[in-house]
């Protein structure tokens, strides 16, 4: 495996405040990696320390092999070979959206023929053939980050650095828009760093992710060991719709007040006292006037399209958060059963 990105202990301070506290991962080559994380942990600071627009404190990166920053060296942006695609679309408004695909080839001296060839193929890329003679202001939201993608492309990046691309975008374009995005990596080859404050959206697109807080990685890994391994209960309590009760754990199971379930643990995991996990697909809803492990009462509802999503306080004390597919309101009386859970480590 070939490194796309490496870094090594980066920080950076504002203000002697670290925005970004000695971070260090890698990205494979060809890899699409994600750093999710709310507001002001620090995500985009981590990317313009990538891409040469701020210096680093300390530590140290590497693109494809060659170092950028640290030890005393720091290659200007434009020499990194990076493509940045900011939430803003960045488009030069007087250019149609051909000539501004084309401007970094020109820019480094392509002939006019040999540019018009290639932003040819960077636009099929991102399918935007038929607009090639519009102006930006005639392009939707959408539209306007494709021709960034294409420019990004044309630029030559074999790492393209994403803030938040999508953020400005309608929820339903959003949906498409992940679509062409993966599409639009898979064909790139590029090695892809993209962030973003949506822990639904970096499921959706990353091969591995991380979730930042505070200037920091709480834990790197692909979207399915985050969902359902969260190694922490920050990290449990910000990826999905999850409740973290307080149980015993024993040799694979939990005791939530008397009633035991699965539970899954990391291995050495001792007996006793411990936090888990349930999320809503965990727990199944027993019929009505059924026997079930455990009973409570409906607090508060959402209606999520075609599922229902209620907080239950449970008689025992808990609260757990269930979906069902029949309504259900305020008040209503619920038996449940927990199918499996997730013991938290530590
Ligand atoms: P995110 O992209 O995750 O929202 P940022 O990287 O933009 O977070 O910011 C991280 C922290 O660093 C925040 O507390 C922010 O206020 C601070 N910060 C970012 N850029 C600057 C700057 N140029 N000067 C001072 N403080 C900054
Ligand atoms: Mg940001």
């Not at 990205?27 to 981590?46: H, N, P, Q």
């Not at 809503?280 to 009462?297: H, K, N, R």
């Amino acid at each position: 495996m070939t490194t796309g990105i490496e870094v090594r202990h980066i920080g950076k301070d504002y203000a002697g405040k670290p925005a970004v506290a000695e971070v260090s991962f890698t990205v494979a080559d060809r890899e699409l990696f994600v750093i999710v994380g709310e507001s002001g942990c620090g995500k985009s600071t981590l990317l313009r320390l990538i891409a040469g627009l701020e210096t680093p404190d300390c530590g140290e990166i590497l693109l494809h092999g060659a170092r950028v920053a640290g030890q005393g060296t720091m290659v200007p942006p434009e020499q990194r070979g990076t493509g940045f695609v900011f939430q803003s679309y960045a488009l030069w408004p007087h250019m149609t959206v051909r000539d501004n695909v084309a401007f970094p080839l020109e820019a480094c001296g392509m002939s006019r023929k040999q540019a018009a060839r290639s932003v040819e193929a960077h636009l099929e890329t991102v399918s935007m053939k038929e607009l090639a003679a519009r102006k930006p202001e005639a392009l939707s939201g959408g539209q306007r980050q494709r021709v960034a993608l294409a420019r990004c492309l044309a630029g030559g990046a074999r790492t393209i650095l994403m803030d938040e691309p999508l953020a400005n975008l309608d929820p339903h374009l959003r949906g498409t828009m992940e679509r062409e995005l993966l599409h639009f990596h898979r064909s790139s080859g590029a090695t892809t760093l993209y962030i973003t404050h949506d822990q639904r959206e970096a499921m959706a697109l990353a091969d591995r992710m991380a979730v930042m807080k505070g200037g920091r990685f709480l834990q790197v890994g692909t979207p399915q060991e985050i969902y359902e391994r969260p190694g922490s209960v920050e990290v449990a309590a910000f990826i999905g719709h999850g409740s973290v009760v307080e149980v015993y754990y024993r040799d694979g199971m939990a005791d939530l007040s008397g009633c035991r379930f699965a539970a899954t643990a990391v291995s050495g995991q001792p007996e006793g006292p411990a936090r888990a996990l349930v999320r809503p697909e965990g727990i199944e809803i027993l019929d009505a006037g059924a026997e079930g492990q455990l009973a409570g009462t409906v607090r508060s509802v959402l209606y999520r399209g075609g599922i229902w999503e209620a907080v239950l306080d449970l008689d025992a004390g808990a609260s757990l958060t269930v979906a069902h597919d029949a309504p259900m309101r305020v008040g209503d009386r619920l038996a449940i059963r927990i199918k499996r859970a997730w013991v938290l480590p530590g």
